[in-house]
Every structure is written in C-alpha cells, then in structure tokens.
C-alpha cells in the first residue's frame, strides 16, 4: 500500500459546499436574494471543481494524500469518485442555474424553495465527498447516512403529494437499508480491534486493509453480506431497489442526474471498499458470488421493467438499476479486467446519465410532462435538446460510438474471460430488451410527431450548455479514453487486486499489456 502523504485538499475540497451551503442558508429567502444565491452556488461550484482537479492531479502523480491524522484518505479508488463529484457537481450546478430559475418564474417554487434546493445541493455534494475521501469507517457509514437526509429535502422540493411521498419512501428505506451497513461496520470494527493491537486503528480503513489476513474469517464474510444489503440499497441493487424510481422521477432533474450519476457510485465505492477487505481476508470466490447474484437479478429485473415503463424519468431510473447491476456483475468476475470495466462502466454511466436526466429536465420544461404518450417530436420542436436526447439515449442503450459500448464490452470480456459463458450470454439478451427500451424513447417521443400545441422553439442556452459538455464527454470516452483518465482507472484497479501501482495490469487475455489500453491507446508508462 503506497505511503499516506498529509495535505491539506482533502480538507478544503470538504469545507467548499458545506462552506457554500451554510452562506446559501444565510441569505434571505425573498426575490432580491434570488441574484445572490445563485452568484454564491456559481462560484462553489467551480471553485470546487478546481479544488477537486487539484487532488486528483496530486493523487495521479503517485502519492496517496490523507488529512486529519489519517481519517481522511484519497487514493486513486477515491480520486475516481472524488472527480466524478466534483465533475457532475459542476455540470448539474451549472444545469441548475436555468433549470432551478425556470421554475421560480413559473410558479414551480417560490423565493423560499429556491433558497433551499441551493443550500441543500450543496449540503448533499459535501456528504457524498465525505463519503468518498472518509478513511474512518464508521465515518464513512455516517457519511451515507447523511446523504439521505441532505438529499430528502430535495427529493420533496415541489411539496406536491406525490414528491412527498417519494421522499418519505426514501428516507424509511434509505435508513432501513443502511442500519444493515452499520451492523457490518460494527462487525468489521470488532474483528479488526481483536486483531490489531491499537485498537482505535481499527477503525480505519487502511489499517484493516494493511491487517486483512488476520481478520476472521467467519466474521468478515458476515460483515459483507449485511454491507452488501445495507449500502446496496442506496446504490439501487435489486431487491433494495424499490425507493428508487419514486425518488428519481419526483426529484427536480438535476438532482435525478446526481442521485443517479453520483450517489449510487458513493453507494459502489462503500461495497469496493469492504470488497478488498473481504477478499484479502477469505479469498475471492465468496464475494464475487452474491455480487454476480445481485448484479444479475438487478439485470433482469430492471431490464424488463425499463421497458414497460411510460413515465420517461422513471424508465430512466430503471435504467440506473440496470447498470448498477452491470457494475456489480463485473466486480463479481473480478480479475483485473473485471474490476477496471467496473469502475470505467461507473464513470461512463455517470456522464449519460447526468445527460439524459438534464435532457428530461428540457422536456419537462417544454413538455409539462413526463408522460411519453405525450411527449411527442422533440427532435422538431425543440432540436437542440432533441438530438442531445437521442445520443443519451443510444449511449445508454449500449451503441457505438459512445462511451457506454466501449465499457459494456469490457464488461461481457470479463464474464467470458472468467468462464462466465451462460451468465453473460443471458445478460446479452436482456441487454436487447433494453435496446429495445430506448428505441422506443428515440422513436416516439424524439423522433414522433409534435402535439399542435407545442410551439418551436428551444430551452435557453444555460440549460443547453451544460448538456453540450455532457455529449463532448461521452464520444470523447467512446472514441479514445484519454490518457489521464486510462492510468487513473488503472491505479483504481490496482488498488482493487491488491497490485503495485508501478506494475501495469495484465489483462486476462494480453499478459504483458495494461487493462487501460483496452480502452484507450494510452502510450507505455514512462
């Protein structure tokens, strides 16, 4: 395990939203402030994407930089979900912008509900960060926990009948599910404090890593069925999945973007984390065997659902559930090249999704509804947002050139490469059925004749941008993972397999080359 270096941008990379949340609070909730807020929320927002850039640079160099005597710890695993927050933060952020004021001038929201979804975006970036960069693993279950209770406010923002009850449904399950993780967080305590002669070193994730031989066996496989129940019901696995839709088809859009892009990563990330514990201390086999269960039940679940569904926010997040179990399908065949597909699948679904979700966003303002059977022609009424729909929806469902098809192949590699032949063939199929899924938002609601009552006409350009960037991302990550990006998730996954970051990942079929140039033709480590 590399050296930890003590910095100081663990801490600053914290203190930027909760700093921008608590101004946010201060404020005044009344039309004058309006102006304000929104100045104080652009300014966070990019100054945590520079902070978060600076991090991840420092963790990419090589070093390994912890904070507050070692509480706080940034590896490249971390660095990983450190950048997709800070990056969707920024672009949702910016998103927000018009979307948030489109509702104040409707009526949507008054000067008060304005104020709060700010601070409380702010407030949920800082627990999801806290949950990536926590080091304490019983700061690391709290972490989770307050992301529920930042996010609630925002689930039920409109205060409308049915977004109350999505987030109530929310708020039982989430608390529900994750007191599972605390139980398996106590355990994991308990056995390392058994082991370990300081006994306040137990609780710190690199600790039990550094001692994971010593941990019993019996208790450690316990431990990760109760993480894997708890932290796999925020992070949508099937069956913990049932809050899900509710919460992202009632959300504003682009919380939907972030709960599904960003928060059932923090959820993954948690699982990765006691994944390496258990796998160093009772071996592979087990581990890997409830998450290919989990992620092909939440497969063929989701898949058939996504289809049925006539709600396009709801289809999207059955969407979510169905490449969340593709990401712990792939952990399941493990190896190296199962892990980096993990892990690159985790980024690639981040940057549709948060694309798709802004572009229901444009809908519900164009549209008024949800309801494909209503949203008809966007592509002629509105064709900016049109076509940004069309390529969110052909990268979700898996085509070429887009950044999704590059890690759903890697993903189906691994199952083939671990002998997994009857698993990933069925998970081919109910692939299609997903094809089919999205071709039906393409052809009907994209490509479909416009109702009369739709005037012509696009949304304003602060919600265009920011979706403009997601699209650049997303053909940049299909056509050529950039270099930067390649060796990052290939530090991740040496972090995962328990390998030297200078050794490069041998691919299970290209002994000699490492698992990022299956992605990208990245040039040989200097």
């Not at 969340?324 to 999704?353: C, D, E, T």
């Amino acid at each position: 395990m590399t050296a930890m270096v003590p910095s100081v941008l663990p801490l600053v990379t914290l203190a930027v939203p909760l700093v921008a949340a608590i101004g946010i609070a201060l404020l005044p909730a009344r039309d004058g402030a309006t102006r304000r807020t929104e100045t104080l929320h652009l300014g966070a927002i990019a100054a945590l994407a520079a902070v978060v850039l600076a991090l991840v640079v420092e963790v990419a160099r090589g070093t390994d930089v912890s904070a507050l005597g070692g509480w706080l710890y940034v590896d490249p695993l971390a660095a990983v979900f450190v950048a997709l927050i800070g990056l969707i933060g920024l672009i949702t952020g910016l998103y927000a912008w018009g979307y948030v004021r489109h509702d104040l001038e409707h009526g949507e929201i008054g000067p008060r509900g304005h104020k709060i979804f700010h601070v409380f975006f702010h407030l949920f970036l800082f627990t999801m960060l806290l949950v990536v960069t926590s080091n304490n693993i019983v700061m690391m279950w709290v972490a989770v926990e307050a992301t529920t209770l930042g996010s609630a406010f925002l689930v039920g923002l409109y205060g409308k009948r049915p977004s109350l009850e999505a987030a109530w449904k929310y708020v039982i399950i989430g608390t529900v599910g994750v007191a599972f993780g605390l139980y398996g967080t106590v355990l994991t305590y308990a056995d390392g404090a058994s082991v370990l002669a300081d006994h306040e070193g137990a609780i710190l994730w690199t600790n039990l890593a550094a001692h994971a031989s010593a941990l019993d066996p019996m208790l450690v496989k316990i431990a990760f069925v109760f993480v894997l129940i708890g932290f796999g019901t925020k992070a949508g696995l099937f069956p913990m999945h049932a809050w899900l839709p509710d919460a992202h088809s009632e959300a504003p859009s682009p919380v939907s973007a972030l709960l599904s892009a960003v928060l059932l990563k923090c959820a993954l990330f948690v699982v990765i984390r006691y994944l390496i514990l258990t796998t160093r201390a009772v071996g592979a086999d087990f581990p890997q065997l409830l998450l290919m269960i989990l992620g092909f039940a939440s497969v063929a679940v989701a898949s058939f659902l996504l289809y049925v569904q006539k709600d396009l926010k709801r289809k999207l997040a059955y969407s979510s559930v169905e490449h969340i179990g593709l990401i712990a399908l792939a952990l399941g065949f493990g190896g190296p090249l199962g892990i980096g597909a993990a892990i690159l699948h985790a980024v690639n679904h981040s940057l549709a999704k948060a694309l798709i979700f802004c572009g229901s966003g444009n809908v519900l303002m164009k549209y008024g509804t949800r309801d494909l059977g209503e949203v008809k022609g966007l592509l002629r009424v509105a064709p900016a947002s049109g076509l940004m729909m069309m390529i969110g929806s052909l990268a979700l469902a898996g085509f070429p050139p887009f950044n999704l098809f590059v890690s759903e192949f890697l993903i189906l590699g691994a199952g083939i490469a671990s002998g997994h032949w009857v698993v990933t063939g069925l998970v081919v199929l109910l692939l299609t059925v997903t094809v089919a899924a999205f071709v039906q938002i393409v052809s009907g609601s994209v490509l479909g004749k416009a109702p009369e009552r739709i005037g012509v006409g696009d949304v304003g350009w602060r919600a265009l941008a920011p979706m403009g960037v997601l699209v650049a991302l997303v053909v940049v990550m299909g056509v050529a993972v950039p270099r930067p990006v390649a060796r990052l998730i290939e530090d991740a996954t040496a972090v995962v397999v328990g390998a030297d970051r200078a050794t490069p990942i041998a691919a299970p079929w290209q002994k000699a080359e490492p698992i990022a140039r299956l992605a990208a033709p990245a040039a040989p480590r200097s």
